[in-house]
């Protein structure tokens, strides 16, 4: 009963309020150019700390910036990034861990112990690393990030193909003569998909959180392009003075991987969908 009851709660509540937030927060970000009040950034030190008026519905930053135009520009940067980190980690980790776990033998052999010598190690220090030796830049993070998340995803859907070719209907597509090629694109494939809605969900998080790491840091964005990270990095000078440069996009970041986070939960309840992977 009580379960069933809260599996109800979950898609008529949770889900679909999480969806329209994030759905609201992406359409913000494309259309960042047509809501902001201001350029987020030009500098004009005459209105430099202001409170929030008409004109800067959050007030101004150190350099007389608009905090609202940051914040919005800032999605841009945060929730197309994670995205593009997130798709392009899936594809390597899908083919890698697809092929690996079908065709086995020392293939699969050589390219898990990789998978397990790359996640021995935390990944933040792995990225740490990569954007040490590539040097600080959005670019070189986000080439760092999908460097170091693929490994993950590998294994996860390593572990599902292994499970499924022992299948019955795996066996008869052998049977009747099918290649290798046709059955993981025909029976293979479409059967790991489905839980690539509860990842997205879940992993879009792990990626703006990393973003905005490496951002505050001084590794990622660099300024005075607008990020969430970067905003908090540039208003930690003025904690005391003027909290609300921090406040504003650590809000945003914690609204914003909550959304994320919830969705993913809820989705995965739903589904009974089990994530296979923890990071550290």
């Not at 109800?8 to 999480?18: G, L, N």
């Not at 700390?49 to 004109?55: A, C, H, I, K, T």
């Amino acid at each position: 009963m009580i379960t069933s009851i809260r599996k109800k709660f979950i898609s008529q509540k949770v889900i679909p309020i999480c969806s329209m937030i994030l759905g609201i927060l992406f359409i913000i970000a494309i259309f960042a150019p047509w809501l902001a009040p201001n350029d987020p950034t030009a500098v004009n030190l005459v209105y430099k700390l202001q409170p929030p008026s008409w004109d800067f519905p959050l007030g101004t930053d150190h350099l007389g910036r608009c905090n609202f135009s940051r914040l919005l520009y800032g999605a841009r940067i945060s929730l197309g990034f994670a995205m593009l980190i997130f798709i392009s980690s899936l594809v390597i980790g899908l083919i890698v861990g697809t092929f690996s776990g079908y065709k086995g033998g020392w293939v699969d052999h050589v390219l898990m112990r990789f998978c397990d010598g790359v996640m021995a190690f935390p990944s933040l220090i792995l990225i740490l690393g990569l954007v040490g030796i590539f040097g600080p830049g959005l670019s070189q993070v986000i080439l760092a990030l999908m460097l170091v998340q693929w490994v993950y995803y590998a294994r996860m859907f390593r572990g599902m193909v292994l499970s499924l070719k022992e299948q019955n209907f795996i066996a008869a597509a052998k049977i009747s003569g099918s290649s290798q090629w046709k059955i993981i694109k025909r029976h293979i494939i479409p059967n790991v998909l489905p839980p690539l809605v509860v990842m997205g969900t879940l992993e879009m998080g792990w990626a703006i959180m990393d973003i905005s790491a490496m951002s505050f840091l001084g590794l990622g964005v660099q300024p005075p392009t607008p990020e969430w990270g970067a905003m908090i990095h540039e208003g930690k000078s003025y904690i005391r003075t003027n909290p609300a440069l921090m406040i504003y996009p650590g809000l945003m970041i914690m609204f914003v991987i909550v959304a994320f986070n919830l969705l993913g939960e809820a989705l995965s309840e739903r589904y009974g969908v089990k994530r296979d992977f923890k990071k550290e």
